[in-house]
């Protein structure tokens, strides 16, 4: 470590480990999704049905990826407010101090830098919210998509009980008059918010590679190593 | 009732959810109550003289095909086999029923589905011996004299016919774009005089449901469906174009079995008929899961009848009963034939069904504007827009930006 610096924690191993899922996850039901949508490539393989099943192989994995991502951001969401490590909604409350710090970010990242009156040390104010705004894609994407996918429990029973066909109406039957009225206005909300997830994950990274360069913290070891470097106060 | 049926019943009564096995107080429950009101019709006067049994036997039919009909008509209600006979003397019991049918904007499409079957089945033919008090379509009255029959049928029938509805309401320009009759009627003036004094109101067909291709974009005439129109009476909604006569008869026979309204889904239609997805009892849903898809209409997919999902098949996300029930006495229907669905007992289906485009690829009306948008090109041009402020902003901050001192 280069003299005058400090080395801070800023994700532990399990949120790395989560990260991770989260990004791979999302790759593997844009992919997938795309598919599902418009398949986009053939299978004209000279198999019988059962041996290809490509649709329901992809739908499968959809499915599974979705779940999966489910699941985290239910934990990201228990770990806003009780995580023993940082509390991120400690962040995005509109606190004038939280305002500030937000504002200050904002001016950092519009003057390239040449402005910086914030503590990088730790989750500032504007990235917090940022990633509260990524969860509320995924909390909209988890309603729709299952929306979408009660659409073939008809019948109200699932191998897991008749509870889950009928959580899942009571949960996302508000989702068809919220978009517009129709299935297909669900199934539009759904693919358009990927649009917008893909772009979110655009300026993640670009922002947090630009961090890393601008400000040589070594911030986008914060994601690898799960640290990064800080001046020390003289 | 316990806990969780409460809980279901106050949160998920108009899911999709078709309960097809009720237990057995419920169905003798229920036979009581439909022996009751069918005794009470048999004791009524009959309001037409139409026998069914005379016109099955003028088509050729024998009482073996009616009984089989009446058994798979119980069959497509849900109800138990037991309710066979009282089936069928409900179909014999249909000309007690008076029916009021009255046509609006639309093309007749139902009406001539029905009528114009050159082998008419005996659903088609049950509709025949209802007792159809008014009908533009098909009385020869014309004028005052057709309006005054109308009055005479309201009155005399108050409060015990059904109004069925043919055709949406236009409501633009004080609903001039449709009037009717002698006296210049708008649609929506005389739709809500009829369906005023009725037992309940049946609309037939997706444009009576939902507005339908009337109201697609740009919607010129302002047409809505029946259920904007009426408040306050049962409605019952049988969508699709043309709505299929098995789903007619259905629904009517319900009301003369019970003198009440089937169970409906949240958009009012019968669940018995509209409860389950086209694409879940497709005869093409092997190859859809295989991913062996018709490419272009004709090609080595379409000789082998491979899924039409990337034809713009609209299966998955429609609910009829088509694929079980089918068209023109079960003979075939659209995706048998090669076409797929498109949507029609949707919703809005012109507008967002009913292209030959697989379902991603479906316009719509993005944030930028304009219809003739598909979500990816939304979508890339969303990304474009951001890959170019973060170039720039990757290109200032080079050229510009101040790296922190080490």
Known sequence: MKPGYKKVERMTGFMRINHWVVAISMLAAVVTGLYIGHPYYQSLIADPAVDKYVMAWNRWVHLMVAIIFDVSSIVIAYLYFFSRFEKPYKKILPTGKNIKEFMAVIVNLLTFNRSKKFDSTHSDSFNTVYFLIFHAMLAWMLLTGLQLYVHGLESGHSSIGDWWPW???FVTDWTIAFTGGTNMDVRISHHTVMYSIITWVMFHIYYQVW???FWKEGDINIVFGGSKYVKEEK | MDRRDALMKMFSAKGVKVNTNRGEAYYSKLKETMQKRLNELRNAPAASKVDINKVLEAEGLTRRDFMKWASAACAAMMLPASFTPLMAEAAELMNRVPVIWIELQDCAGNSEAILRSDAPTIDELILETISLEFNETLMAAAGHQAEEHLDEAMKTFAGKYLCVVEGSIPLHMDGQ???IGAKGETFEEHLLRVAGSSAAVVAVGTCATFGGVPAAAPNPTGAVGVQDIVKGKPIINIPACPANPANITGTILHFVLTGQVPELDHLNRPKFAFGYRIHDNCERRAHFDAGEFVEAWGDEGAE???????????GPMTFNNCSVVRYNSGTNWPIGAGHGCIGCSEPQFWDKYAQERPMADTHFKAPTGGVEKTV???????????????????????????????
């Open chain 1, 211 to 213: 961090r890393t360069i």
């Open chain 2, 177 to 179: 774009y449709g009037t």
């Open chain 1, 167 to 169: 959580m899942l109406h």
């Open chain 2, 304 to 314: 082998n009848n491979w899924c039409l999902y990337k034809m713009g098949c609209k």
């Open chain 2, 376 to 406: 990816d090109e939304f979508g890339l041009g969303l990304l474009t827009v951001a890959g170019i402020g973060i170039g720039i902003h990757a290109a200032i901050s080079a050229a510009a930006g101040k790296k922190e001192e080490v």
